[in-house]
């Protein structure tokens, strides 16, 4: 009887003594589990290093390859087209001849304006040889000469010829055809020889034939109203070809159009970026990117623009000192560049910053930190390390 109790009994404690070393591993198990715990939260801190250098803020838009010199050239004589002496891709010189219209009735108008100009003159030889008043006879002289000049200038507009020199880019008629009378124009160039006239102009027109300069190419490109309030005359572009594999090469702004342009309630400005060394395969009509620095600053302490925090006009950063803590600080923000900012005063080259995890922009009046790392973590050394002491 006394060994049937004691046998439950040891059962028991068996049970209890398993239960005591279970929880003992789980409380073990669990302090490691939170320093561990600690542990990843510590590395997951994201730093970039202060350093110097140059911060460059730039504005970009696409652009098209375009002649800085073009010329629409139009006969200045009405009449059928007789004769086209050029074709698409043909070089021509100023003055060369080009086309021509019928001159029959041209010359006919001519030929009748000198035979009145001969009897108006023989009239006021008559009134002189006689003594009598000459006034009238000399008005009637004066007319028949302007009536000449106006028919010899018709007859001169049935030759259509050149108005610059350059490559003819279109022909836009035909043999057969009837060409109305009017000036050519031109952009980039004035000129006029023989019935045709060239005027400056800052829209591309169309004429009988078109003819541009293709060894003096320019880019023209439409900005934001914002970003051009920032553009002037004289700053650097550089310009990359969307078709030709690695090409880019380098410009100037020449001008921004004094007046907007609206498209689909959308503003943008033209602006003309010079083109002195184009790349071999050029030629008007090809899409680029243009990007235009309108900020640069060397030698400055700089750092990652996402590690700067911007409540209304004072910007913060959080420096992660040499023994791991982190102290908020308040800095002073020179050139806000495209990656970088220029810290101009509050850090020193070499401080290592934290980088915030969630980002938040708000109006002007608000708070406004990084938005993430800029290309390559903004060029830093250490971007993205981990705080001293945390591994």
Do not use: C, H
Not at 57 to 69: I, M, N
Not at 181 to 191: D, E, I, N, Q, V
Not at 292 to 312: L, M, P, Q, Y
């Amino acid at each position: 009887m006394v060994k049937a109790l004691r046998t439950p009994s040891t059962a028991i404690n068996a049970l209890l003594a398993l239960l005591i070393v279970g929880a003992a591993i789980w409380g073990v198990n669990l302090i490691r589990s939170t320093s561990s715990g600690n542990e990843a939260k510590a590395t997951d801190v994201r730093t970039v290093t202060v350093s110097q250098g140059t911060v460059t803020k730039t504005v970009s838009a696409d652009g098209t390859v375009e002649s800085a010199s073009t010329a629409a050239a139009t006969f200045t004589t009405s009449g059928t087209v007789t004769s086209i002496k050029v074709k698409v891709g043909d070089k021509v010189t100023k003055g060369q001849l080009l086309a021509q219209v019928d001159a029959t009735d041209a010359q006919r108008d001519l030929d009748l304006a000198n035979a009145n100009l001969d009897a108006a003159n023989d009239s006021l030889d008559r009134a002189q040889d006689a003594g009598t008043d000459t006034t009238t006879a000399e008005n009637a002289v004066t007319s028949a000469e302007l009536a000449v000049d106006d028919a010899a200038a018709e007859v001169a507009g049935t030759k259509l010829k050149a108005p610059m020199a350059g490559t003819v880019t279109a022909v836009n008629g035909s043999l057969g055809g009837s060409s109305s009378g009017s000036s050519s124009s031109s952009s980039g160039s004035s000129a006029g020889t023989g019935g045709s006239g060239a005027s400056s102009s800052n829209t591309s027109s169309s004429g009988f034939i078109d003819i541009a300069d293709l060894s003096r190419v320019q880019i023209t490109a439409a900005f934001s109203e914002s970003d051009t309030t920032a553009l002037k005359t004289g700053q650097s572009a550089t310009i990359t070809w969307n078709a030709l594999e690695n090409a880019e090469t380098t410009g100037k702004v020449v001008a921004v159009d004094p007046t907007a342009t609206t498209s689909n309630s959308v503003v943008t400005y033209g602006v003309t970026i010079s083109l002195p060394d184009p790349p071999d395969g050029t030629k008007p009509g090809q899409t680029v990117s243009v990007a235009v620095v309108t900020g640069s600053v060397d030698n400055a302490v700089k750092v990652n623009s996402a590690a700067v925090t911007a409540t209304g006009r004072r910007s913060t950063v959080t420096v992660l000192t040499s023994t791991g803590t982190q102290e908020v600080r308040q800095v002073e923000v020179g050139l806000q560049g495209d990656d970088a900012y220029q810290i101009t005063s509050g850090l020193t080259a070499g401080e290592r910053v934290v980088v915030p995890t969630s980002s938040t922009t708000t109006s002007n009046s608000g708070t406004r930190t990084g938005t993430g790392f800029g290309t390559g973590g903004g060029g830093f050394t250490g971007g993205g390390g981990a705080p001293p002491g945390g591994r």
